[in-house]
């Protein structure tokens, strides 16, 4: 059962350490972090890592993302070399996930890591999910708060919508702000890649350690790379320019205003980032025949939202 709630964004003490209890004892705890609300489970129990899988309806060999307090947590469990310590210096706490080769002995279990020998690791930046992972003390697990394949949780109120009944406690940290899952990129032989853009850009880690490849072979190692996912019921339709009879449809930009939902009226892709599982959700939430949305360019996080919409839509193979 979960303690009495704080307002949302506060940090409670008694929450913090209930939250911790429960990921001790094994079970699981909704848990908000910048990016999206996160199902968290205790990433060495295996059995409860289990016990997350079944409660999102996740395959097990989609890999998860193992959430640590800090860089010197994040070398217990990884071999990071020289660029993964450049960009953990640059972006920690924050929105990026590390694919690193995982140490002899790996704290994390091998159910968690789909049994590859590399751990996929980030340090969060939300003030309830570090307050939660210093009490826990150790690393812990937190995929997107969803059934698998549907749109991840950006409030409190769809994250317990979607798996609240699987949670021994629930956090309520209030919306997320960035609202778009963690950039992820491989750190192992050869040159560094993109497993899944987020919200660090390309040309924010291309600055610090040179040109990125693309997933290729490492596209396993990462999160979210199935053909359909963060996939509402209603199938999606893109690049639309306005709705077809029986079409929801969200706009970006300056519109003529008769759309119910855009990403951002002002075209700022931040607050579209912010806003697209939400404005997905809502969408799905009026059983339209399809969703049409409006075209978000490609530049900077619109590679991130493009991403998400397009496996949504089911057009990446």
């Not at 071999?79 to 140490?103: C, K, M, N, S, Y």
Request: glycine fraction near 10%; aromatic fraction near 4%.
């Amino acid at each position: 059962m979960s303690p009495s709630p704080s307002p949302p964004g506060a940090i409670s003490l008694s929450e913090v350490d209930e939250a911790a209890a429960a990921l001790a004892a094994g079970r699981l705890v909704i848990l908000p972090t910048e990016t999206v609300y996160g199902l968290a489970a205790d990433a060495g129990n295996a059995a409860a890592v289990a016990r997350l899988y079944e409660a999102k309806g996740r395959p097990r060999f989609n890999p998860l993302i193992t959430h640590v307090a800090d860089i010197a947590a994040a070398g217990r469990i990884a071999e990071l070399g020289d660029r993964a310590q450049i960009l953990a210096q640059a972006f920690w706490p924050g929105a990026l996930t590390l694919v690193a080769p995982a140490r002899y002995r790996c704290a994390v279990a091998d159910l968690a890591r789909a049994g590859l020998d590399t751990v996929a690791v980030r340090v969060p930046s939300h003030p309830l999910a570090r307050a939660v992972l210093e009490a826990f003390g150790g690393p812990i697990v937190a995929p997107s708060a969803n059934r698998s394949g549907r749109p991840s949780p950006t409030t409190f109120a769809d994250a317990v919508s979607e798996t609240g009944e699987a949670a021994a406690v629930t956090l309520d940290g209030g919306p997320c702000r960035i609202g778009l899952e963690s950039t992820v990129i491989a750190l192992l032989d050869g040159p560094p890649r993109l497993l899944r853009p987020g919200a660090v850009t390309r040309d924010e880690m291309e600055a610090l350690i040179g040109p990125l490849a693309e997933a290729e072979a490492d596209a396993r190692r990462s999160p979210g790379r199935l053909t359909r996912h963060y996939a509402p019921a209603a199938p999606l339709r893109l690049d639309a320019t306005g709705a077809r009879p029986g079409e929801s449809f969200i706009g970006f930009g300056s519109t003529d205003g008769t759309e119910a939902l855009n990403l951002s009226p002002g075209g700022d892709l931040a607050e579209a980032a912010a806003r697209l599982f939400s404005c997905l959700r809502a969408a799905d939430a009026l059983a339209p025949d399809a969703i049409a949305v409006a075209r978000v360019p490609e530049t900077g996080l619109g590679e991130a939202i493009n991403d998400r919409l397009r496996r949504a839509a089911g057009l990446v193979g």
